[in-house]
């Protein structure tokens, strides 16, 4: 079975810009989770969706927006960006009920210049 | 805050040995934790999930887990080269939703 997909795999933009990541989950989970992980750092929450709604957000900036689609593929976006925004974003899957496993995607790794 | 603390290491052992990786939180209230592994470069692994006081055990590895004193440990028995990697302790805590907060990691090195 396919695991969790992330497009695109590196992505350099300019300060000011606006970026847009795409996540798949796991077939048969409804829940896709967004992290931020800098260097030497473990992942920070951003946003967790589940059958489409808003579960929950993390201490971002309102520049950080996502969204989940009707087959459960999630969108991250991110406007205004700054040099600090420079890190890797990692989606994780999860059923959505039951336990809280979550299985995180290879990421997308943004430089912002 | 609500924080996850560990050991950023490295935690060096020697192949064949016990390898203890251990982690504090600060929310009494939370209910489940994850270990994952993560190699330089890649996206971190689920290896381990606990929900109740006591270990769990799976393979190789053994997570243990006592709310009482807020601390949750992995053990890697028979530990191999191939175990070197960072190992992320992650804590649902109570009131966050279904938010994992992680730890910083702690480095372990396993040497032939």
């Known amino acids: 079975d396919a695991g969790v997909t992330q497009s695109p795999t590196h992505l350099i933009k300019t300060r000011g810009q606006h970026v847009t990541l795409r996540c798949s989950p796991i077939s048969g989970h409804k829940s896709v989770s967004w992290y931020q992980q800098v260097l030497g750092q473990g992942p920070q929450f951003i946003f967790q969706y589940y059958e489409k709604e808003e579960r929950g957000r993390g201490n971002f900036p309102d520049r950080f927006s996502a969204r989940q689609f009707p087959n459960y593929s999630s969108e991250l976006n991110v406007n205004a960006l700054l040099l600090g925004d420079s890190a890797l974003y990692l989606c994780?899957?999860?059923?959505?009920?039951?336990?809280?496993?979550?299985?995180f995607g290879p990421g997308t790794r943004l430089t912002v210049t | 805050q609500k924080e996850v603390e560990q050991n950023s290491g490295p935690l060096s052992v020697p192949e064949g040995a016990i390898a203890s990786l251990n982690c504090t939180y600060s929310d009494r209230g939370s209910q489940s934790f994850f270990w994952y592994r993560q190699y330089s470069g890649k996206s971190p692994e689920l290896i381990m999930s606990?929900?109740?006081?006591g270990d769990k055990e799976d393979g190789r590895f053994t997570a243990q887990l006592n709310k009482a004193s807020q601390y949750v440990s992995l053990l890697i028995r028979d530990s191999q080269p191939s175990d070197s990697a960072t190992y992320l302790c992650?804590?649902?805590?109570?009131?966050?939703?279904?938010?994992?907060?992680f730890g910083k990691g702690t480095s372990l090195l396993v040497t032939p």
């Open positions: 992650a804590v649902n805590p109570v009131g966050s939703g279904y938010a994992l907060n």
């Open positions: 606990i929900y109740s006081n």
């Open positions: 994780a899957s999860s059923p959505g009920t039951g336990g809280n496993e979550q299985y």
